[in-house]
Antibody, heavy 128, light 107 residues
Framework: QLQLQESGSGLVKPAQTLSLTCAVS??????????WNWIRQPPGKGLEWIGN???????SYSPSLGSRVTISLDKLRNQFSLKLNSVTATDTAVYFC????????????????????WGRGALVTVSS | DIQMTQSPPSLSASVGDRVTITCRAS??????LNWYQQTPGKAPKLLLYSASRLQSGVPSTFSGSGSETDFTLTINSLQLEDFATYFC?????????FGQGTKVEMK
């Protein structure tokens, strides 16, 4: 059974870089047909998609975070990582890694993506 | 970005009740709509995808309907473990966006 586990620094100073890693166990991150995502949730608030990476290393990021975000893949270690630069207090949140899978339908035609497996989440606090 | 608006923000219900949560998209998204359940301190759990398809292992008391801009999540015969916060999410295009959540509380 595939599992995801976040790790990284729980406290980051303003203007520094937030770094998190998501270790994937029970399956290969190199297998096609999935994307690997980062999603965050500020305390007491809703969910925000940060971005994702596919098995070939192709990435997609939320424009709201702009060039501050980098997601990378480490196939040897079967993990993927998040770096968020120039953090401020508004970046304080629980950060989840999640796998997205898709359902293919011919009627109506489309690939319907969804987040089907999640890590437990890692709280990152931005404070001096 | 596609804005997702859920209503109500919260509701009170009793075990055995039927509960309905709505989600509206700011533009047409076809059936590209997913529903998640989140309990305090836990990660969200996928309930339904493609608006109405039940994820494996999810009780059939959960159902979804709708298309284009208006969607509904229905919980038939609410159970104790169903008291949680529910989020809709569109996968029509990136950035993927979520509704603000609906908290189902015990009356």
């Amino acid at each position: 059974q595939l599992q995801l586990q976040e790790s990284g620094s729980g406290l980051v100073k303003p203007a520094q870089t937030l770094s998190l890693t998501c270790a994937v166990s029970g399956g290969s991150i190199s297998r096609g047909g999935f994307s690997w995502n980062w999603i965050r949730q500020p305390p007491g608030k809703g969910l925000e998609w940060i971005g994702n990476i596919d098995h070939d290393g192709g990435t997609s990021y939320s424009p709201s975070l702009g060039s501050r975000v980098t997601i990378s893949l480490d196939k040897l270690r079967n993990q993927f990582s998040l770096k968020l630069n120039s953090v401020t207090a508004t970046d304080t949140a629980v950060y989840f890694c999640a796998r997205s899978s898709y359902f293919y339908s011919s009627r109506p035609y489309g690939q319907y993506w969804y987040f089907d497996l999640w890590g437990r989440g890692a709280l990152v606090t931005v404070s001096s | 970005d596609i804005q997702m608006t859920q209503s109500p923000p919260s509701l009170s219900a009793s075990v055995g009740d039927r509960v309905t949560i709505t989600c509206r998209a700011s533009q047409s998204i076809g059936n590209y709509l997913n529903w998640y359940q989140q309990t305090p301190g836990k990660a969200p759990k996928l309930l339904l995808y493609s608006a109405s398809r039940l994820q494996s292992g999810v009780p059939s008391t959960f159902s979804g309907s709708g298309s284009e801009t208006d969607f509904t999540l229905t919980i038939n015969s609410l159970q104790l473990e169903d008291f949680a916060t529910y989020f809709c999410q569109q996968s029509y295009g990136t950035p993927y966006t979520f509704g603000q959540g609906t908290k189902v509380e015990m009356k």
